[in-house]
């Protein structure tokens, strides 16, 4: 069983604000099971986006951990692109979170990426 997205949410906003990150919801979603989106801003015009990584990518040991991919590759691109991207995600899935985090070190503080 998968934790909730609203407490998964805080815990992680609580781990970025303890590393000395800025994080905040920019938009709530499903309180139970809404994708989550996060935007790194590094806080020099660029930005990064991390999204839920599809079913594929869950490994059997742990299939309740949630895991992200970076949806605009490995490099950061600039913050419209990223924003660009958040409005046609939240068009298809009105129930998605929205989180952004400000780092210049451009730390994400995610446990799972998968490429």
Request: charged share 30%.
């Amino acid at each position: 069983m998968r934790l909730k997205s609203a407490i998964w949410v805080a815990a992680y906003i609580r781990r970025c604000h303890g590393e000395g990150a800025f994080a905040a919801v920019r938009r709530r979603g499903a309180e139970e099971a809404g994708a989550i989106f996060i935007k790194l801003n590094r806080l020099d015009g660029t930005a990064e986006l991390f999204s839920p990584a599809p079913q594929s990518a869950f490994d059997e040991a742990h299939p309740s951990d949630r895991a992200f991919v970076r949806s605009l590759g490995e490099a950061p691109v600039p913050e419209v692109k990223v924003e660009e991207r958040i409005g046609r995600e939240v068009r298809f899935d009105p129930d998605a979170w929205i989180i952004e985090v400000e780092d210049r070190n451009g730390r994400h503080f995610l446990e799972r990426v998968v490429t």
